[in-house]
């Protein structure tokens, strides 16, 4: 089957199945006007460096210094972990920190917390987040579902 027969195998050759065809390509193109300005703001929404932000604008963010690292893996290969002291309330406490390859566990780390202190986290360290990866992960495939959800939607027949 050469090209030509294809092209008229999908899109047939009535002029209304074309018209649904454009409509499809115009919501695919026009998903990703809008997914791509949502995903700006929907990765700074569930990212670190907006509850950094609202940490430093509260006043909470607190200065820890590390008392302990050790290295796990293979040479050349390490991830660290470290231990960290930090004073609180007049209370002195340890915070544990994992630091995946290549970072190495600085001698200051900054950790912050939004609401509650007993919440803290910090911004070097390694942070695993499945839901943010999902999230995003949608956000990037919907113009795609919102094409396939339009060809439905107008009943446009594919080739068998």
Known sequence: MDYQAAFYELF????VNWGKW??????LILG???SIPLFKKVSYRLGLDYKCDLARARGHVIK??????YCTGDPGNYDW?????YSIDGKTLTYRAFFKHPNQP????YLYYVNNPRRL?????????VLYGLIMLLIIFLPWILACITMVVLRIPLPQ
């Open 64 to 69: 820890a210094f590390i008392q302990d690292r």
């Open 106 to 109: 600085p001698r200051i780390l």
């Open 32 to 34: 990703y006007r809008f």
């Open 121 to 129: 986290f910090a911004r070097d360290e390694y942070h695993w987040n």
């Open 22 to 27: 454009v409509l499809v390509f115009a919501v």
């Open 81 to 85: 972990h470290a231990k960290y002291k």
């Open 12 to 15: 047939t050759d009535d002029p």
